[in-house]
């Protein structure tokens, strides 16, 4: 890497823009999502947007998490809501074990050149309905009432 741009001197900090913190997307996140994607930024040098490599067992120990399941969970919450996209996979073959690199969706990808897409802006909270609907559930006023015939037994 060239010396101009090294930081000389100057104190690493990570940018929050607020147009993210009012996403929908964002409010949804649990503490552990937030951690993750804090840690994903810090890795973020503003060169290197689709080479950001971060594992499971990595993350969870930067996110401060016992297990990488919960850095699993975190990765795949990330995704569903559009923050951040996968660029290269993992591969732990016996020889080679490389960690899987990510994009964050906010910024220009520095590898394809590809725009940002700020998938997060777009997505929205689906509700989940744990109760097949029916159909009409409530009568309207007028509406005869059916009379429920007498059981013969």
Known sequence: ?????????RAKFILLE???????AWRSLTP??????LALKWKYD???????GLGCREAAELMGVSSKDTANRSFDNLQARGFIRLSKPSGFMTKNRA?????????????????PT????????REKT???NLGQTVRFLGQDVPKRRASHG
């Open 99 to 115: 960690a899987a690199e990510w994009r964050l969706t906010e910024y220009p990808c520095d590898v394809t050149g590809e725009l």
């Open 46 to 52: 503003g060169l290197n947007n689709g080479r950001i």
């Open 1 to 9: 890497m060239s010396n101009r741009n090294k930081r000389k001197g």
């Open 130 to 132: 744990t109760v097949r």
């Open 32 to 37: 552990a999502d937030r951690s993750l994607y």
């Open 118 to 125: 700020k998938e997060f802006i777009r997505w929205t909270m």
């Open 18 to 24: 607020g147009y993210v913190l009012r996403t929908e």
